[in-house]
């Protein structure tokens, strides 16, 4: 059945203030309840979007929020343009139409989808997704469960495998890693993931004091926190020690960059994420065989997504947030 020409309830981003109902405000000497210039956010009627050649549309269940959705929504109004932008890009929901060169996925389906970063779309009653960004949900993994998986998920898995060099069968060589901000998204996936491996696994929550344990190295250092210098990790690290930074600043962009000029055997790693459709399968396959769990903060209705969106910004939820349409 198409949807062409119905309308749907959905969040809208865009700058400039308008009177609008705030939900995120960047400016951070500025109260979230006042209008101010850099963010606004409003609850509107649009129309669902159509399908494309190689996309699906979703009516969508359950959407997770990142840190990276608010951050990504700053820069693009403050640095290229005013635009209007429905935001969050891990979703779960069934499938209601596909393009005409989707072949994996039929009306019905349930799945789990992960949005192109710059399209977003989450926070509304429908989104359309790529077919190769998208993956079956069975039975056993809630929507919810689905919704928080995409970009954490992925996050950790590749930090895991790819930086760190785990085999997440167990089959590799022991490692001993440390996992900063363990009781985040990322950081939550990232300690399951890891014990899965050959692994001796610590992990940091919330304020640390940074004393380690005597004598103890790590292979790798799977970074989750902000504000934490190299200098720190440094003394801690084996011969050959990785910090995988998740969320690099200016300064360890440098750092990493003069010890790759200096040929130092401990590196300091930026991760970028590459999604991929056959790793988000197996994380929803490792949640329905009870390998990987979704560690859930709150829930919170689509009419109520500014307050999903502030405890987001807050930086003190226990794993994922999730809005249901």
């Known amino acids: 059945m198409s949807m062409a020409g119905k309308l749907m309830q959905a969040v809208q981003c865009s700058g400039g203030p308008a009177g609008l109902r705030v939900l995120g405000c960047f400016t951070s000497n500025l109260p979230r309840s006042r209008i101010c210039s850099c963010l606004v956010y409003e609850h509107v009627e649009v129309p669902v979007p159509t399908p494309k050649q190689d996309e699906v549309l979703l009516k969508l269940e359950a959407a997770s929020i990142n840190p990276v959705d608010w951050k990504l929504q700053k820069f693009?109004?403050?640095?290229?343009?005013?635009?209007?932008?429905?935001?969050?890009?891990?979703?779960?929901?069934?499938?209601?139409?596909?393009g005409s060169g989707v072949k994996n996925f039929k009306a019905g389906d349930k799945v789990v989808a992960y949005l192109r970063q710059f399209s977003g779309g989450g926070l509304a009653e429908f989104a359309v997704a790529k077919e190769t960004l998208t993956v079956s949900r069975p039975p056993e993994v809630s929507a919810a469960e689905g919704a928080g998986l995409p970009l954490a998920g992925l996050t950790a898995h590749i930090a895991l495998t790819q930086s760190a060099g785990v085999k997440l069968d167990g089959s590799g060589q022991r490692k001993n890693i440390l996992i900063t901000a363990a009781s985040g998204g990322v950081g939550q996936f990232a300690v399951q993931l890891a014990k899965l491996g050959n692994t001796h696994v610590t992990a940091t929550c919330g304020p640390a004091t940074w004393t380690f344990p005597s004598g103890q190295k790590y292979d790798a250092v799977i970074h989750c926190a902000t504000g934490i210098p190299w200098s720190t990790f440094e003394p801690n690290l084996s011969a050959n020690g990785n910090v995988i930074d998740l969320t690099p600043s200016p300064g360890a962009l440098v750092s990493s960059l003069l010890k790759k000029l200096t040929f130092s055997k401990k590196q300091l790693v930026p991760l970028f994420v590459a999604a991929k459709g056959e790793n988000l399968d197996y994380l929803v396959k490792l949640v329905k065989e009870g390998k990987l769990n979704t560690v859930?903060?709150?829930?919170?209705?689509l009419s109520k997504a500014e307050d999903a969106?502030?405890?987001?910004?807050?930086?003190?939820?226990?794993?994922?947030?999730?809005?249901?349409?």
């Open 296 to 301: 859930i903060d709150s829930k919170y209705p």
């Open 76 to 98: 693009l109004v403050r640095y290229l343009f005013p635009r209007n932008f429905i935001p969050c890009t891990d979703v779960a929901g069934e499938v209601v139409e596909v």
């Open 309 to 325: 969106w502030a405890k987001s910004i807050d930086g003190h939820a226990t794993g994922k947030i999730i809005v249901e349409p």
